[in-house]
């Protein structure tokens, strides 16, 4: 039933993040793909049952103290190509317990499955990457995992790992572990489309030049500041991109408004620059969205407005529903030359108001929705002011 990790990726996984024919062999850093997002969690355990019964992922791998690994239990789960490991600290100085007392629940590393971990490493650094752990192999009986690390914003770091010379269930340590809850008939999300950091202001160009110098990547989009302001929430952003476009980081920063941003209030609760958002891609994002909602996720809520608006519905055209199915779910379209997507954001998912999650079906669009930041702001805003943090 549990799929590996070692999957061939179809012409569909391709469009459903739109992905580009690309050769990665003439990439300065070629990627394959996502390997997986690792977080850091007060309580893995549970957060590991949540991610399961709420977003339908299947538990799959374990590694902790049963297995010598005495500082963290961490707990991987799966849905379709999207790999989750979620580690929480088993003692008071694990570095788990240190991260979750300063951020809360949060990412500490993006994993990116590379052909050669040595030459993208040596490039990465010689490029003025981060260096944080140099090429070294992990091994069980299972065969061997080439990784290293390099940091981005914040304590945030991107993990390379070539995992073509092994078998196991997930990385070594790792025992196959039996599902938390009986798996949804049909998977809610299949893909990572997109993961969103959020810096300081005055440092988003800064760390789009860092994954251009770094990792080679382009800068696909960009948006500018007034684009995406509202009267009291602004930001500015950019999206860095590889070859192929399967990886993409859109960089976020506050801009100026008459109040806080909601960028600034991440930044104040999560103590620092990480990650904002994870895109999960799905083939039905109407499916999706009611079994998560009957799960209990809850979602933001674009107001009627944003439906009844002309401009709005002349600008959306014909989508493959009708109109009143995405406003019964409050699902945002957006559409750009290429095509058209379907996207809808989650609440924060832990007590701080950090990090949340979007579900994207992409039909043709590489866009990231600019044509409803105005739309999903002025819902976002109502939610922080219900914090008083506007
Ligand atoms: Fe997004």
């Known amino acids: 039933m549990v799929d590996t990790v070692n999957r061939k990726d179809t012409p569909a996984d391709a469009r459903l993040v739109g992905a580009v024919d690309h050769d990665i062999r003439e990439d300065a850093f070629p990627i394959k793909g996502w390997d997986h997002v690792r977080y850091y969690v007060g309580n893995a355990r549970q957060a590991a049952h949540y991610y399961s019964t709420a977003f339908g992922m299947t538990l799959f791998a374990y590694r902790g103290p049963e297995q010598g690994f005495r500082e963290h239990a961490e707990y991987a789960l799966k849905s379709g190509g999207v790999t989750f490991v979620i580690a929480g600290g088993v003692t ?48 069980d009986e299972h065969g061997t ?34 599902p938390m809850v009986a798996p949804p008939e049909k998977r809610f999300f299949q893909a990572i489309d997109h993961v969103v ?44 991109a590889n070859g192929n476009r399967k990886i993409k980081f859109p960089i976020n920063e506050p801009a100026e408004g008459k ?25 039905d994002i109407l499916a999706a969205v009611d079994a998560m909602r009957e799960r209990g996720v809850e979602f933001l809520e674009a107001p009627d407005a944003y439906y009844e608006d002309a401009e709005m519905r002349e600008r959306i055209g014909e989508v493959r529903v009708p109109i009143e199915e995405l406003q019964k779910r409050r699902v945002l379209v957006d559409r750009d030359e290429d095509g058209y997507m379907l996207q809808i954001f989650t609440k924060p998912q832990q007590d701080r108001p950090t990090m949340f999650y979007e579900i994207i079906e992409r039909h043709g669009s590489l866009s990231f929705g600019k044509g409803n930041f105005k739309a999903l702001f002025e819902a976002l805003e109502k939610e922080q002011a219900k914090r008083g943090n506007l």
């Open 92 to 139: 008071a100085d694990a570095e788990a317990t240190r991260h979750y007392a300063v951020h809360g629940d949060g990412v500490i590393e993006v994993a990116l499955e590379v052909p050669d971990v040595d030459a993208n490493y040596k490039h990465a650094v010689a490029q003025g990457a981060i260096a944080i752990e140099e090429p070294h192999d992990l091994t």
């Open 259 to 283: 109040k806080k941003s909601q960028i600034d209030e991440y930044l104040e609760f999560y103590g620092g620059p990480g990650v904002q958002h994870i895109a999960l891609a799905t083939s």
């Open 145 to 178: 995992i080439r990784r290293a690390v390099i940091g981005t914003y914040g304590e945030t770091r991107n993990v390379l790992i070539d995992r073509s010379g092994y078998t196991g269930p997930f990385m070594p340590g790792f025992v196959k572990a039996e």
């Open 197 to 240: 950091g959020n810096v300081e202001l005055g440092k988003m160009r800064e760390w789009v030049g860092y994954y251009e110098r770094v990792m080679g990547f382009t800068n696909i989009v960009e948006f500018v500041e007034d684009a995406i302001a509202t009267e009291y929430s602004a930001l500015m952003s950019k999206v860095v």
